[in-house]
């Protein structure tokens, strides 16, 4: 059974910064692709950012140009770095892993944004 760890989240101002990590137990470089999802109060779990195994990334328009993924190789991780954060990015954030088939969720870590 493939484990996912997120760690990162806690309470930020609006405009400052956070880094999300999410280590695994499998390759997440052998994953067909990596992500992450977050889920606010009262709304449905959405795509906020995506890796593939080739690396090509995609991301939720409202994150656009303020958060980025990429993975680092040497602790098998996939990081989130979220910028310029705003009241609206306030939601437990999971870590997903697409091993092609087998999907695998961490138990996600709390961001909350506020003043």
């Known amino acids: 059974q493939v484990q996912l760890v997120e760690s990162g989240g806690g309470l930020v101002q609006p405009g400052g910064s956070l880094r999300l990590a999410c280590a695994s137990s499998?390759?997440?470089?052998?994953?067909?692709?990596m992500g992450w999802y977050r889920q606010a109060p009262g709304k449905e779990r959405e795509l906020v950012a995506r890796?593939?195994?080739?690396?090509?990334?995609n991301y939720a328009d409202s994150v656009k140009g303020r958060f980025t993924i990429s993975r680092d190789v040497a602790k098998n991780t996939v990081v989130l770095q979220m910028n310029s954060l705003e009241p609206e990015d306030t939601a437990v954030y999971y870590c997903n892993g697409d091993w092609f088939g087998y999907d695998s969720w961490g138990q996600g870590t709390q961001v909350t944004v506020s003043s």
């Open positions: 890796i593939t195994r080739g690396g090509s990334t």
């Open positions: 499998l390759s997440i470089f052998r994953a067909n692709a």
